[in-house]
Nanobody, 119 residues
């Protein structure tokens, strides 16, 4: 079974840091663009940061200068380093990846990991 599994969420005080990880497993032949999205209660899911297979990154304006996305292609893993966290960063964070697998080309989503930033 091809899947993404996230980890690293939790409770942190404003100004603190967290590092999220997302690992792809199963019959994955290639991973193309990977990204992190977030969804707060009552709001739509939106892009936080993305990274191509060549390492080109893009960020939502609200996290530029505070969050850093990176990936380890050998480990099928993408990371999100979150610094200077604010209460408005509180959300469920989801990992997404475009992959080529035994089942063909897929857009995979992780199960989500909750990040709570207290003021």
């Amino acid at each position: 079974q091809v899947q993404l599994v996230e980890s690293g969420g939790g409770l942190v005080q404003a100004g603190g840091s967290l590092r999220l990880s997302c690992v792809g497993s199963g019959s994955i032949f290639s991973i193309y663009t990977m990204g992190w999205y977030r969804q707060a209660p009552g709001k739509q899911r939106g892009l936080v940061a993305g990274i191509t297979s060549d390492g080109i990154t893009n960020y939502a304006d609200s996290v530029k200068g505070r969050f850093t996305i990176s990936r380890d292609n050998a480990k099928n893993t993408v990371y999100l380093q979150m610094n200077s966290l604010k209460p408005e960063d509180t959300s469920v964070y989801y990992c997404n990846a475009a992959v080529r697998s035994r089942s063909g080309y897929l857009s995979l989503w992780g199960q989500g990991t909750l990040v709570t930033v207290s003021s």
